[in-house]
């Protein structure tokens, strides 16, 4: 369990933890992630949360005392359950190439709390896959997973070079949007999406990568109010939930 706090003994087993009842019960009700045992504070409540002891007979359970509950807790207020899951293999870009809808594309995000809000409002949009490069933060993270909020395994995920990987798809018709606050971008509105589109968000502070702006990719902003000048931008997360819902509306 302790291993599993690090990003190297993670996708050395292949595992990852799931952390609290909500993001739990969400991993169990949508069968999407395997998860190998749970993990509960024998002092604790959420052994008898209804919902998980739903699955008691097809989960392995482990209770341990609250001193060494906390010991592998990775918050400051643990909820009492922990999950050890299985993490979903990496999907080729072949396979998200045959989706139609958005894909989401990650550049350089690296504050995990936004990357797992961006996956759980993903998965509520209905992105059919996520793209990021090597410079993001790893998915499985604890503090990622914890944001999504049980979202984990919704849609297919791939991790490499991102400039690579957007040129591919956009030879079989994918239609590039880059998210950013520019005097370059246009208004979201105004932009008329087609059937396969991907949607990059940037770095929180840095914005996106140069390479990745081309002139055949097409630079979107949302537009404030007229006159606002106390706020630079949107954080990264809530500027990708606005645009996934211009896009889908």
Not at 164 to 184: Q, V
Not at 201 to 208: C, F, K, R, S
Not at 220 to 228: L, R
Request: charged content about 25%; aromatic content about 6%.
């Amino acid at each position: 369990m302790r291993k599993l706090s690090r990003k190297k003994h993670r996708h050395e087993k292949k595992q990852f933890v799931a952390e609290g009842v909500r993001a739990v019960r969400q991993i169990m009700l949508n069968k999407q992630v395997i998860i190998d045992y749970l993990i509960f504070d024998e002092d604790g409540e959420a052994g008898k949360d209804p919902a998980i002891l739903e699955f008691k007979d097809a989960v392995n359970i482990n209770k341990v005392s609250r001193k060494e509950f906390l010991e592998l807790s990775d918050t400051d207020n643990p909820q009492g359950v922990l999950a050890v899951c299985r993490m979903p293999e990496p999907v080729d870009l072949a396979s998200l190439n045959h989706q139609q809808g958005c894909l989401v594309a990650l550049n350089r995000i690296q504050d995990p709390g936004n990357a797992g809000t961006i996956l759980r409002t993903a998965a509520w949009f209905g992105a059919k896959g996520l793209l990021c490069d090597e410079g993001t933060v790893d998915l499985f993270h604890p503090k990622v997973v914890r944001s999504t909020a049980g979202a984990m395994g919704s849609f297919g995920w791939w991790q490499g070079n991102l400039e690579s990987a957007l040129t591919e798809l956009e030879t079989s018709g994918w239609k590039t949007f880059l998210l950013d606050a520019g005097e370059r971008s246009a208004n979201l509105k105004e932009i008329d999406y087609g059937p396969k589109n991907i949607l990059v968000i940037g770095n929180e502070a840095a914005g996106l990568d140069q390479a990745l702006i081309k002139s055949h990719r097409t630079m979107i902003k949302i537009p404030g109010a007229d006159g606002n000048g106390a706020v630079e931008s949107l954080n990264a997360s809530v500027a990708l939930s606005v645009a996934l819902y211009e896009i889908n509306r």
